[in-house]
């Protein structure tokens, strides 16, 4: 009798250690997606006062969207909290595409190879977000599922493993179909 309870003890630290360690596997999948995710919009961010230089040059009447943009463009880097983060992330779309839309009505500024440049790369770290915010909301659903799931949940809750939130935004802004060739 004195070994079964032996055997049962030790099989129950081994089942809590398990649970532990893939706990905080999901945690640091979710933390891993969460930083992708902030490089990304870091150099969108980045891409912005460029673009806005660019553009000003060809139409620099439109200062107030280009004020509007750069203030959201602030207000989306200086946010705290992931759904504040979201929020302010997608207030900047309107006006970054309205800015991108600029272009159609100067067709210097379309045939400028800058302005191509950073369009095209507004575009790919666009599509970047949009990959790194699905692996981060997978990753959560995932930490979510397995802190929800019994008798994981029991261990969870003493271990201090919360659910995380999903991080939700607008789409990217439309970027304009041009034909930069013609």
Do not use: C
């Given at each position: 009798?004195?070994?079964?309870?032996?055997?049962?003890f030790?099989?129950?630290?081994?089942a809590?250690?398990?649970?532990?360690?893939?706990?905080?596997?999901?945690?640091?999948?979710?933390?891993?997606?969460?930083?992708?995710?902030?490089?990304?919009?870091?150099?969108?961010?980045?891409?912005?006062?460029?673009?806005?230089?660019?553009?000003k040059?060809?139409?620099?009447?439109?200062?107030?969207?280009?004020?509007?943009?750069?203030?959201k463009?602030?207000?989306?880097?200086?946010?705290?909290?992931?759904?504040?983060?979201?929020?302010?992330?997608?207030?900047?779309?309107?006006?970054?595409?309205?800015?991108?839309?600029?272009?159609?009505d100067?067709?210097?500024?379309k045939?400028?190879?800058?302005?191509?440049?950073?369009?095209?790369?507004?575009?790919d770290?666009?599509?970047?977000?949009?990959?790194?915010?699905?692996?981060?909301?997978?990753?959560?659903?995932?930490?979510?599922?397995?802190?929800?799931?019994?008798?994981?949940?029991?261990?969870?809750?003493?271990?201090?493993?919360?659910?995380?939130?999903?991080?939700?935004?607008?789409?990217?802004?439309?970027?304009?179909?041009?034909?930069?060739?013609?």
């Amino acid at each position: 009798m004195g070994y079964s309870l032996i055997a049962v003890f030790v099989l129950f630290i081994f089942a809590v250690i398990w649970i532990y360690n893939r706990l905080v596997s999901a945690r640091q999948l979710v933390n891993n997606g969460w930083s992708d995710i902030e490089v990304q919009l870091k150099r969108r961010a980045d891409l912005i006062p460029q673009i806005v230089d660019t553009v000003k040059a060809y139409a620099g009447h439109e200062k107030t969207l280009f004020e509007d943009v750069v203030k959201k463009r602030n207000q989306a880097l200086n946010t705290d909290g992931m759904s504040d983060r979201a929020v302010a992330e997608s207030a900047l779309t309107g006006p970054l595409g309205r800015l991108l839309a600029i272009a159609e009505d100067y067709p210097d500024l379309k045939a400028n190879t800058n302005f191509l440049d950073l369009q095209n790369e507004l575009s790919d770290t666009e599509n970047k977000i949009e990959y790194a915010r699905r692996f981060y909301n997978g990753a959560v659903r995932q930490k979510n599922t397995l802190v929800q799931s019994f008798p994981i949940n029991l261990f969870a809750n003493i271990f201090g493993f919360g659910e995380r939130e999903y991080f939700e935004m607008d789409e990217a802004p439309i970027l304009p179909d041009m034909d930069f060739h013609g």
